[in-house]
């Protein structure tokens, strides 16, 4: 073996490093667990690329390569860290991450993944259980909400049509009902497969930012007049802005009367299955078709990790499948052992792994008290929010993202939007603060998701004031 080859799979080397990127590691975790450094030391774009162009290593020493990385990225365990709804991932679960990129079995077919494949079962069993699925629930995981999205759709799809769409293609005008709130994946899964604007039926929301479900049989009826089969409803769970649950109770009543799929978009707040206190957000999900869960949203994993869970079995298997071929397919053995038949990946990470090595050391108590944890902090955000003279509150929130806006008196109209912009963009550079903005009825809200455990009381008041303080006030 040539020289570079062999230093390059030197397992000597592969452990005096490994330690010390653990030490290093272990040195991040503790300095962004208690707020030691920045969440993050913003650089502007072109800079940053200039740093990594001009990047060169002393003595050929991967440590440094491995700090310039973490001081030039956000510090998602900061406790200060409360913008995008990626979670800090347990610790576990990422030296989990490492094992599973080291022995990288690619999953597509049993003997290429043995252990992630049948881990990935029993996880599953756990989810449809949890959702409330009786034994015929099914599902498997998949890279990202995105993607869980546009498979369940397929499904939908593949469940509505009677022609054979993977021979023939589309040969109708399909189309889905979905809050004008849901997150751009579902719009780009639907664009995707065909069905362009008119197949995306976006119905308004409610003064909460949740789905009018009253109206759902009048855009029912006026697709039907536009000559667009409908043949699913999308639920959020909640929405992506504003963190507000749809009613899904509602929804499914809907779809059972109208023989329509019901799909849940439980991306970031599925996870509070397993929350008691919170779950009731969710009644009515043992209703749905299809479900998506992020795995590294609520439920603390590294991304991507999502479970796309279906409450009829056979669907699992038939989305990727023509017709004909699942018709003869469905006397097999239907061998949940080979993935890729089922997923729209091939070669698949050993996601399964990472969740259930914090599913094993902990017990499914710990996603209970995280959600459970993060939920509450939201509503204790919402009454300090309330209690200041100048803050408004967009709404009282259902989960652990909060929208608000920073007011003062004389300060009116896009004004104010270009004031919280400002102070957003402030907080931005400064680095003390991650949070970020988002639109509702036109104007700039400031918005939070408290999905970091060690965000408290305290930091939420700081935020507050160094608002104030970037507000003049
Ligand atoms: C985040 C999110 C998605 C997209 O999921 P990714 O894992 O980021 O691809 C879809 N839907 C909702 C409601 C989300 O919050």
């Known amino acids: 073996m040539e020289n570079r080859l062999k230093d390059t799979y030197n397992p000597g080397n592969f452990n005096s490093i490994g330690h010390e990127l653990i030490d290093l590691l272990t040195k991040y975790l503790k300095d962004s667990t208690e707020g030691n450094i920045p969440v993050m030391n913003w650089k502007?774009?072109?800079?940053?690329?200039?740093?990594?162009?001009?990047?060169?290593?002393?003595?050929?020493?991967?440590?440094?390569?491995?700090?310039?990385?973490?001081?030039?990225?956000?510090?998602?365990?900061?406790?200060?860290?409360?913008?995008?709804?990626?979670c800090p991932p347990a610790p576990i679960s990422a030296l989990t991450g490492l094992l599973g990129e080291l022995i990288n079995n690619g999953m597509a077919i049993y003997e290429m993944g043995a252990a992630a494949t049948a881990i990935e079962k029993v996880i599953i069993d756990l989810l449809a259980k949890k959702i409330g699925y009786d034994d015929n629930g099914d599902g498997y995981i998949?890279?990202?909400?995105?993607?869980?999205?546009?498979?369940?759709?397929?499904?939908?799809?593949?469940?509505?049509?009677?022609?054979?769409?993977?021979?023939d293609g589309l040969t109708e005008n399909l189309g889905v009902m979905v809050s004008s709130e849901a997150h751009y994946s579902v719009d780009r899964a639907l664009r995707i497969m065909g069905f362009g604007s008119k197949g995306i039926i976006k119905i308004p929301v409610g003064d909460n930012f949740s789905i009018r479900t009253e109206l759902l049989d009048q855009y029912y009826?006026?697709?039907?007049?536009?000559?667009?089969?409908?043949i699913a409803v999308v639920g959020c769970a909640p929405s992506t802005s504003t963190g507000m649950y749809d009613d899904l109770v509602a929804i499914g009543n809907f779809c059972k009367q109208k023989e329509?799929?019901?799909?849940?978009?439980?991306?970031?707040?599925?996870?509070?299955?397993?929350?008691?206190?919170?779950?009731?957000?969710?009644?009515?999900?043992?209703?749905?078709?299809?479900?998506?869960?992020?795995?590294?949203?609520?439920?603390?994993?590294?991304?991507?990790?999502?479970?796309?869970?279906?409450?009829?079995?056979?669907?699992?298997?038939?989305?990727?499948?023509?017709?004909?071929?699942?018709?003869?397919?469905?006397?097999?053995?239907?061998?949940?052992?080979?993935?890729?038949?089922?997923?729209?990946e091939c070669t698949k990470l050993m996601m399964s792994i990472k969740f259930y090595s914090i599913l094993i050391t902990q017990g499914e108590e710990v996603f209970d008290q995280s959600v459970t944890h993060l939920y509450d902090l939201g509503k204790e955000f919402a009454k300090k929010i309330k209690e200041r003279d100048n803050f408004e509150l967009a709404l009282e929130p259902d989960s652990n993202i909060v929208c608000f806006r920073f007011i003062k008196p004389?300060?009116?109209?896009?004004?104010?939007?270009?004031?919280?912009?400002?102070?957003?963009?402030?907080?931005?550079?400064?680095?003390?603060?991650?949070?970020?903005?988002?639109?509702?009825?036109?104007?700039?809200y400031l918005r939070t998701t408290l999905i970091n455990p060690f965000t408290n009381s305290q930091i939420l008041d700081e935020l507050l004031d160094e608002i104030e303080r970037l507000g003049g006030n």
């Open 221 to 230: 009826k006026q697709a039907e007049k536009n000559g667009v089969k409908v």
């Open 410 to 444: 004389g300060v009116t109209g896009v004004d104010v939007d270009n004031l919280n912009s400002k102070i957003r963009s402030k907080l931005l550079k400064d680095g003390e603060f991650y949070i970020v903005q988002t639109i509702l009825n036109d104007r700039v």
């Open 44 to 86: 502007e774009p072109s800079d940053q690329l200039k740093f990594w162009k001009d990047f060169t290593l002393e003595n050929n020493n991967p440590i440094e390569l491995f700090k310039a990385i973490i001081d030039n990225s956000i510090h998602i365990h900061h406790p200060k860290y409360m913008g995008h709804q990626l």
């Open 142 to 167: 998949t890279s990202g909400g995105t993607i869980g999205n546009l498979t369940a759709m397929l499904a939908a799809r593949q469940n509505a049509v009677d022609s054979d769409i993977w021979e």
């Open 260 to 344: 329509l799929w019901f799909h849940v978009d439980g991306a970031h707040g599925g996870g509070a299955i397993f929350s008691k206190k919170y779950k009731h957000l969710l009644s009515g999900i043992e209703k749905a078709d299809s479900v998506v869960i992020d795995g590294h949203k609520m439920l603390m994993t590294p991304a991507l990790l999502t479970f796309v869970m279906f409450r009829q079995k056979e669907v699992s298997y038939s989305t990727f499948s023509q017709k004909a071929q699942y018709l003869w397919e469905k006397n097999q053995d239907e061998e949940w052992f080979n993935m890729a038949r089922r997923t729209i």
